[in-house]
């Protein structure tokens, strides 16, 4: 199997520009590719992992990645997918985050000689003069073109800044630079970029006259149709500061049942073939799957030791043995509470019980939790600060256990 038929086996391709010729290149090794990474947090989340797995394969074949931190472009603030504008950040703290992102990344690509490229595009962005920019570029994009492009057609009815309309004129530059200066020849990126990397390839070819590639990457989203580890206000972070290995492990081993073969395939770098034996499993067989999603992930992010902790504790949890004394608990935050109360189900997604409120209301619905003991079925109940500070303990079904406070 080829790594382009492997790519497609993994249900990972979603939209390319030139089928046969991107084929070509990656299956040779002869691709340099590129994946840009704005900086709006101190850390990757689970959200960004496939784009760093696909990044990681690729390279497995000899083809090679630019990482690029959008040092620059994070400055503006991408509208796609996003209902409102993104909080503006500092130049401090885009900096900083832009480090947090290095680090993160060294762990999964290598950047040794020859190998893979690390670059910044604050540090031609931010040079750009506003009148050369404007005459250099401005001619090669169509306003009716833009749009017309997805990325842009649902910020129209609330609002679409001026400075949001610029980050595909500024996503189409990037790639250009890279063209010119490292011979980047190729874009990849998440389904929801791709209005703005056909500005990247029109570009090259309006400005050099050369044909440059793009293909875009299915978006890990749940059986909902909602983004995987990646949502506003609940992301699954990388750092394990700010998502520990445990709670990273809890999150895959907790996504649904019609999810976790997907995120096998998608995610991990299991055979195919040995992949392709699970796909008529079922019943007990789907928790065995979802225990071997998370042990991978959380070893592929924080090491085997943290996976083989994470699992052991999961399973003691589980079978009820080391309920009080190895308990995951979730500290909440003052703000995590409106009114001074949380929903049940707002609870059980900040805990990693449940992926979404989808997850949590079936849970409750079914049954199937209770707190301290008492069993919840109404999907509204809340709980105080006063309750919280004392500390609660909710039980999903009868062994798994998690500790929460204020």
Same mark, same amino acid.
């Given at each position: ?256 049942? =019609?999810?976790?073969?997907?995120? $096998?395939?998608? #995610? %991990?770098? /299991?055979?195919?073939?040995? @992949?392709? *034996?699970? !796909? ?55 703000? =995590?509470?409106?009114?001074?109360? $949380?929903?049940? #189900? %707002?609870? /059980?997604?900040?805990?990693? @019980?449940? *992926?979404? !409120? ?49």
């Amino acid at each position: 199997m080829t790594l382009y038929d492997e790519l497609i086996a993994r249900g990972l391709i979603a939209q390319v520009t030139n089928e046969e010729e991107i084929k070509k290149m990656i299956n040779a090794g002869k691709a340099k590719f590129y994946i840009g990474f704005d900086c709006t947090a101190d850390s990757l989340t689970a959200g960004h992992f496939m784009a760093l797995t696909f990044m990681k394969r690729l390279q497995m074949a000899g083809n090679t990645p630019v990482a690029l931190i959008g040092g620059g472009t994070t400055m503006i603030g991408d509208p796609s997918g996003r209902t409102d504008m993104r909080q503006m950040l500092t130049k401090e703290d885009i900096d900083h985050n832009a480090e947090c992102f290095k680090r993160q990344m060294e762990k999964f690509i290598d950047f040794g000689e020859g190998k893979a490229i690390m670059v910044n595009n604050a540090d031609w962005l931010l040079e750009l003069n506003y009148i050369e920019m404007l005459r250099e570029v401005g001619p090669h994009f169509s306003i009716n073109n833009m749009l017309r492009a997805d990325c842009y057609k649902q910020r129209m009815e609330k609002g679409l800044s001026f400075l949001e309309f610029n980050y595909m004129i500024m996503q189409s530059y990037d790639f250009y630079y890279l063209y010119q200066h490292y011979g980047c020849n190729m874009q990849f990126g998440g389904d929801d970029q791709w209005s703005n990397m056909l500005g990247g390839t029109e570009l090259i070819r309006r400005k050099l006259g050369k044909d440059a590639h793009a293909m875009t990457i299915t978006l890990l989203t749940d059986s909902q149709g909602n983004k995987m580890g990646k949502t506003a206000g609940n992301a699954v972070w990388l750092d394990p500061k700010k998502t520990s290995p445990y709670d990273f492990y809890q999150y895959w081993r907790n996504v649904a049942d =019609d999810d976790v073969l997907k995120c $096998i395939r998608m #995610l %991990t770098f /299991l055979p195919i073939e040995e @992949i392709k *034996t699970m !796909n008529d499993w079922e019943g007990s067989q789907l928790n065995e799957a979802k225990e071997i999603l998370a042990y991978e992930l959380t070893s592929l992010v924080h090491g085997k030791e943290e996976a083989e902790k994470a699992q052991a504790t999961a399973r003691a949890l589980f079978s009820g043995v080391g309920i009080s004394e190895d308990m995951p608990e979730t500290i909440l935050l003052t703000k =995590d509470l409106q009114d001074g109360r $949380i929903g049940i #189900l %707002t609870l /059980l997604v900040k805990t990693g @019980i449940c *992926t979404s !409120n989808g997850d949590a209301r079936r849970l409750v619905q079914q049954g199937a939790v209770a707190v301290d003991d008492v069993k919840i079925t109404d999907p509204k109940t809340e709980y105080g600060s006063a309750e919280l500070t004392a500390g609660i303990v909710i039980k999903k079904g009868k062994k798994v256990f998690h500790k929460v406070s204020l």
